[in-house]
Every structure is written in C-alpha cells, then in structure tokens.
C-alpha cells in the first residue's frame, strides 16, 4: 500500500517467533545468500542516533549501492529504522518492525516514507513508490518469509 504522502506499507505473516525472525533479518553477514536487495548494514551493532551504512543491490547492475543513513528507531527484537538523504533533497524514512501475533506467528512490517520540500520530488518518489519501490519490499518480505521457515520449520 501506498499513502498520499509517498509513504510504502508492505506486511507478511511469518510462521515464526519474533525473536527467530530478528535473528534471520539482522544477521548481517548471512543477509546476502537470501536477500535480492538488502544486503548488509554496518556497523553491524545498532543504535538510536548512530550514522550507518546500508547496502542494497541495484536491481539493474547488480552492484552493491551505499547509503548512509542516522538510525530513527531501535527496539532490540522488535524494530529499527533510519532517515538519510537517497537522491538530491529527497529525504527516505525506512522502518523494519515485528509484531507477536500470539499465534506462534510474527508480523513482519516494512514501511518507507519518501520526503522532499520540492513538490516536483515528491511527484517523481510517487511515482517511483508505485512503480517498483512496494514490489522490492513484498518480495523482501516474501524472502525473509521463506529463509526463516527454512531455518525455523513447524513440526
């Protein structure tokens, strides 16, 4: 899902406990064999108001992209998140968050806002958003889904 304010919403159910799935999504030097996009961040331990790096793979060369970015959120087990400049003035706040469903399942939710105070920014990121940005996240979440099943299977 997409909202008015470039905002991308993306959810899967995993059949996992929080603290499986934490351990899947921030072990970093593992995250490449699994992950088509995200694929690592350093420093590898997190912290409210630290800088960090992310490493995606760009989709069309397939080389590793860098950007920095200040750590927003972070609730060991539970979410973390950053704010950092992605193309010009256009500003990215990326959230990863769990959920405990009390089902023996976790939620997994991805949410990305894009920002720019020039509106034809904010036109381009929509459009950008619409077209390919909520399909990268479904098929993370998808990934992070099936390796953590993988790891973590329900007798």
């Given at each position: 899902?997409i909202d008015?304010?470039?905002?991308?919403f993306?959810?899967v159910?995993?059949?996992a406990?929080?603290?499986?799935?934490w351990s899947?999504?921030?072990?970093w030097?593992?995250?490449?064999?699994w992950?088509?996009?995200?694929?690592?961040?350093?420093?590898?331990g997190?912290s409210?108001?630290e800088v960090s790096?992310?490493?995606f793979?760009n989709p069309?060369?397939g080389?590793?992209?860098e950007?920095?970015?200040?750590?927003?959120e972070?609730?060991?087990?539970?979410?973390?998140?950053?704010?950092?400049?992605v193309?010009?003035s256009?500003?990215?706040?990326?959230?990863y968050?769990?959920e405990d469903t009390?089902?023996g399942?976790t939620?997994?939710?991805?949410e990305d806002?894009?920002?720019?105070e020039?509106s034809s920014h904010?036109r381009f990121m929509?459009?950008?958003s619409?077209?390919?940005?909520a399909d990268?996240?479904?098929k993370?979440?998808?990934?992070l889904?099936?390796r953590?099943e993988?790891l973590?299977?329900?007798?």
């Amino acid at each position: 899902m997409i909202d008015e304010n470039n905002t991308v919403f993306t959810e899967v159910e995993i059949n996992a406990t929080p603290e499986q799935v934490w351990s899947v999504l921030t072990d970093w030097e593992k995250l490449p064999r699994w992950s088509s996009s995200l694929q690592g961040i350093s420093p590898e331990g997190l912290s409210k108001g630290e800088v960090s790096k992310a490493f995606f793979k760009n989709p069309i060369t397939g080389k590793n992209v860098e950007f920095e970015h200040e750590i927003t959120e972070y609730e060991e087990g539970k979410k973390f998140g950053w704010s950092g400049i992605v193309m010009g003035s256009i500003k990215d706040h990326h959230i990863y968050s769990l959920e405990d469903t009390g089902r023996g399942t976790t939620l997994f939710r991805q949410e990305d806002g894009f920002h720019s105070e020039h509106s034809s920014h904010s036109r381009f990121m929509n459009f950008i958003s619409k077209h390919g940005m909520a399909d990268n996240y479904k098929k993370f979440n998808q990934e992070l889904k099936e390796r953590v099943e993988e790891l973590y299977p329900k007798s």
